[in-house]
T-cell receptor, first 113, second 108 residues
């Protein structure tokens, strides 16, 4: 029944490693997003996909690469992890009409040591 | 660019009414949303204002004035479970941009 599910919930890794976070939504929404929430709880948009096509890339380092195999999935791969990447990453989905209301996954807490 | 301003913290008493304000500066503005986030949880959608005026959903109401680039979230009959962070967010083109959040503390 989970609307937006992302895995893993926790991710602890060392600097320099590569990791992936997976996200799936069963709401039939066309648009999916990745947001990063830092320790000060600031929610910053990273990427947005609409029907598998990238529509927003918010000056995110090239080490971050989203992939959308279909409109129900949006995965995030991160290369060469850095300490500053430690944050909670939220996947979200929305439909565009009548207005976009984001449905968030439960988040992935990434800790880079 | 765009910016949203909201108070970092607000404290209120259980049973009371509290208003959380949000001012924004952005081009291509479509609407203002509000989200609630409990500690350790995910943000959840509360309300959306695309037109000027008041939208009411149970104990929560949200207001928008496009001419003033201003909105607020009004929470009535506060309950302890309302202790959370509240984010205003603007819809700009295909983006939803969040403010820095207001931490609401509720005293018994």
């Amino acid at each position: 029944d989970t609307a937006v599910s992302q895995t893993p919930k926790y991710l602890v890794t060392q600097m320099g490693n590569d990791k992936s976070i997976k996200c799936e939504q069963n709401l039939g929404h066309d648009t999916m997003y990745w947001y990063k929430q830092d320790s000060k709880k600031f929610l910053k948009i990273m990427f947005s996909y609409n029907n598998k096509e990238l529509i927003i890339n918010e000056t995110v380092p090239n080490r971050f690469s989203p992939k959308s195999p279909d409109k129900a999935h949006l995965n995030l791969h991160i290369n060469s992890l850095e300490l500053g990447d430690s944050a909670v990453y939220f996947c979200a989905s929305s439909r565009r009409t009548p207005h976009p209301s984001l449905h968030f996954g439960n988040g992935t807490r990434l800790t880079v040591t | 660019g765009q910016s949203l301003e909201q108070p970092s913290e607000v404290t209120a008493v259980e049973g009371a009414i509290v208003q959380i304000n949000c001012t924004y500066q952005t081009s291509g503005f479509y609407g203002l949303s509000w989200y609630q986030q409990h500690d350790g949880g995910a943000p959840t959608f509360l309300s959306y204002n695309g037109l000027d005026g008041l939208e009411e959903t149970g104990r929560f109401s949200s207001f928008l004035s496009r001419s003033d680039s201003y909105g607020y979230l009004l929470l009535q009959e506060l309950q302890m479970k309302d202790s959370a962070s509240y984010f205003c967010a603007v819809q700009r083109d295909d983006k939803i941009i969040f403010g820095k959040g207001t931490r609401l503390h509720i005293l018994p």
